[in-house]
C-alpha cells in the first residue's frame, strides 16, 4: 500500500546549524509533497511543499529536494533556531482524484540555544 | 475568517458509549478530511470527503462513519467507543483534490476509559 518513511524520529542540533529531515515514499504516481510543522498542543501549519515537476524549493532558511527517480524528498532547514523546535511531517500525495496525504511517521526538531 | 473549526476541544468516553465530533470551514473548499494522530505513528487518514456529496475510507477506517452534511461540514461518529479510539482527532480541508495545502481545525482530544 501507499506509505511515507521519515528519517530521524528525532533530531537535535544547536542554534545556527542545519537540521535535514529525510522521506521516502511507495506510489510513484504521488506528485504533490508537503511538510507541515507542528508545535506542541496545535494543529500541523504548512511550511513548503513542492511538485513533482520541480526539482528544488526554497523560502527563506527552509528548502525542499525531491528526487522522483529515487522516490526521496528532503527538508533542509538552515541557520537554525530555537523557535524551530518542533515535530515535522512531510506528506506525499495518495493515489486517484481524491487529495489524500499520505503522512510520515514525524521528527521532533530540538534546537538548543 | 475562522478557517477550520472543531468541538468539542476535549471528551472522555466510557467503553461502549458514542459521540459525533464536529467540523466546519468557511473557506469554501470542496475536500475534507479526518485524521487522527498517535504518537511515533504520525496524522493517519480515517476518512475523507473529495466532494460535497461523496466520503470513501481512508487508512484506518474501521470504528468511524461520517457525514458530509453540505460542503461546509464533516461530522465524524464513533459509534461505540473503544481504548483504542484514544486519540487526537484532527479534520482538515483543501481547496481541491489535485494538490494544494490543507488547512488543520485544532483538534479534538479524545480519551475512551
Known amino acids: 500500500g501507499e506509505n511515507v518513511e521519515q528519517h530521524p524520529s528525532t533530531l537535535s542540533v544547536q542554534e545556527g546549524d542545519s537540521a535535514v529531515i529525510k522521506c521516502t515514499y511507495s506510489?510513484?504516481?504521488?506528485?504533490?509533497f508537503p511538510w507541515y510543522k507542528q508545535e506542541l498542543g496545535k494543529r500541523p501549519q504548512l511550511i513548503i511543499d513542492?511538485?513533482?515537476?520541480?526539482g528544488e524549493k526554497k523560502d527563506q532558511r527552509i528548502a525542499v529536494t525531491l528526487n522522483k527517480t529515487a522516490k526521496h524528498f528532503s527538508l533542509h532547514i538552515t541557520e537554525t533556531q530555537p523557535e524551530d523546535s518542533a515535530v515535522y511531517f512531510c506528506?506525499?500525495?495518495?493515489?486517484?482524484?481524491?487529495?489524500?496525504?499520505?503522512f510520515g511517521q514525524g521528527t521532533t526538531l530540538q534546537v538548543k540555544p | 475568517n475562522a478557517g477550520v473549526t472543531q468541538t468539542p476541544k476535549f471528551q472522555v468516553l466510557k467503553t461502549g458509549q458514542s459521540m459525533t465530533l464536529q467540523c466546519a470551514q468557511d473557506?469554501?473548499?470542496?475536500?475534507m478530511y479526518w485524521y487522527r494522530q498517535d504518537p511515533g505513528m504520525g496524522l493517519r487518514l480515517i476518512y475523507y470527503?473529495?466532494?460535497?456529496?461523496?466520503?470513501d475510507k481512508g487508512e484506518v477506517p474501521n470504528g468511524y462513519n461520517v457525514s458530509r452534511l453540505n460542503k461546509r461540514e464533516f461530522s465524524l461518529r464513533l459509534e461505540s467507543a473503544a481504548p483504542s479510539q484514544t486519540s487526537v482527532y484532527f479534520c482538515?480541508?483543501?481547496?481541491?483534490?489535485?494538490?494544494?495545502?490543507?488547512?488543520f481545525g485544532p483538534g479534538t482530544r479524545l480519551t475512551v476509559t
Open positions: 506528506a506525499a500525495s495518495g493515489s486517484g482524484n481524491t487529495g489524500k496525504l499520505i
Open positions: 506510489d510513484s504516481a504521488s506528485n504533490y
Open positions: 513542492i511538485r513533482s515537476n520541480v
Open positions: 473557506m469554501n473548499h470542496n475536500s
Open positions: 470527503s473529495a466532494s460535497e456529496g461523496t466520503t
Open positions: 482538515a480541508s483543501v481547496w481541491d483534490y489535485r494538490g494544494y495545502e490543507q488547512y
